[in-house]
């Protein structure tokens, strides 16, 4: 393993909440801003408008790390879905811009239909398939209307290496497995949590951000690149010293699912760029880095 490389982090000013603070993305950026405040679903509802107003000062910039992202459970959980996804931001906003506090709220690539081919801008439409999308495409539209000043940021594929995330699966699969069969029809874009912790902290720290007029309401990030599941495994194994032709491709039909897969849907970093945010640098860098820590 090559030594870790940490993304630049952007020093803040103001006061930074984070909800969904026991998640991956949530649990990355508090590493990295260590004064933050954070919050977990038990120490603050965010669907509770009185909860959400003790806890939020003005001049605060709030990052919404909270989803709900069980993708298929979603499908027979419309309501819990909403309640998080859409409901909660819509709650967020509405605190926020009463409040004078920024707020970011971290949104997905399930907003898209997944039959492009190429990558998704901002601006494209929208259609997403599943109950997850749609609840979490209900939140979009929620924060655009309740509060002109918040930022909107899409992603794709977080991982961190541990837990549940795909990253770990492989981890914990090359132990178990002399083989192991993953989806090679579906594209996307894999993110370190971290590279888009720092990148959140970087657009969150911006003078004037997120709620400048120059910057876009709705931005993209993710890791550079884009990889299929299969490819993404075979990294990992690679990245561990295993044989990357234990991974055999498979398709998406072999492992029928409650909610259906996009099979595109990689995130142009175009836009994140062009608002003079710092891109993050290639999937395949920042898997290293992750597989690095962990051995660390």
Sequence with gaps: MSAV??????????????????????????????????????ELDITDADAVRAVVNPGDVLVNCAAYTAVDRAESE??????????????????????????????TDY????????????????GPSTVYGRSKLAGEQAVLELDPNARIVRTAWV??????????????????????????DQLGSPTYAVDLAAGLLE??????APGSPAMPRILHATNAGQASWFELARAVFAGIGADPNRVLPCGTADFPRPAPRPAYSVLSGKSWAAAGLTPLRDWRAALNDALSAISD
């Design 5 to 42: 490389t940490f993304p630049a982090v952007t020093p803040i000013t103001a006061r930074l909440v984070v909800t969904g603070a026991h998640g991956q993305l949530g649990r990355a950026l508090l590493a990295l801003a260590p004064g933050s405040r954070g919050y977990g679903r038990a």
């Design 78 to 107: 419309e309501a819990a879905a909403f309640a998080v996804n859409a409901t909660g931001p819509a709650v967020l906003a509405r605190v926020c811009a009463e409040a004078g506090a920024r707020l970011v709220t971290v949104s």
């Design 111 to 126: 907003v898209f239909p997944g039959t492009a081919a190429q990558p998704y801008e901002p601006t494209d439409p929208t």
């Design 159 to 184: 991982y961190t290496g541990q837990g549940t995330d795909f990253v770990a699966t492989m981890r914990r699969l090359e132990g178990e497995r002399e083989t192991v069969n993953v989806v090679a």
């Design 203 to 208: 657009l969150a720290g911006r003078p004037g």
